[in-house]
């Protein structure tokens, strides 16, 4: 959805920021702790505890091991830009 918004020019990618967000338990694995709060331009990989690069929970393009039954979430939000 971002993306097509950032190809059609609606959106400005420099002014979105990602944040990778854990779940709040102590399940949350092991290489997922370091990435909570992680924060990245858009289109940045998150970086693993593991030193996986991630798009986003889930990724299919990541190892198993950091993907399957993962919880996290990731964030978007947008910087406000004046004048």
């Known amino acids: 959805m971002y993306f097509q918004?950032?190809?059609d020019g609606i959106l400005d990618e420099d002014?979105?920021?990602q944040t990778w967000i854990t779940?709040?338990?102590e399940r949350v694995r092991g290489s997922h702790k370091p990435m909570?709060?992680?924060t990245r331009q858009m289109g940045e990989?998150?970086?693993s505890g593991n030193g996986n690069s991630l798009r986003y929970p889930g990724d299919p393009e990541s190892p198993v091991e950091e993907r399957a039954n993962c919880r996290c979430i990731?964030?978007?939000r947008f910087r406000v830009v004046t004048g």
């Open 5 to 7: 918004a950032i190809s």
């Open 15 to 17: 002014n979105m920021i």
């Open 23 to 25: 779940a709040p338990d």
């Open 36 to 38: 909570h709060r992680q």
């Open 45 to 47: 990989a998150f970086i």
């Open 74 to 76: 990731k964030t978007t």
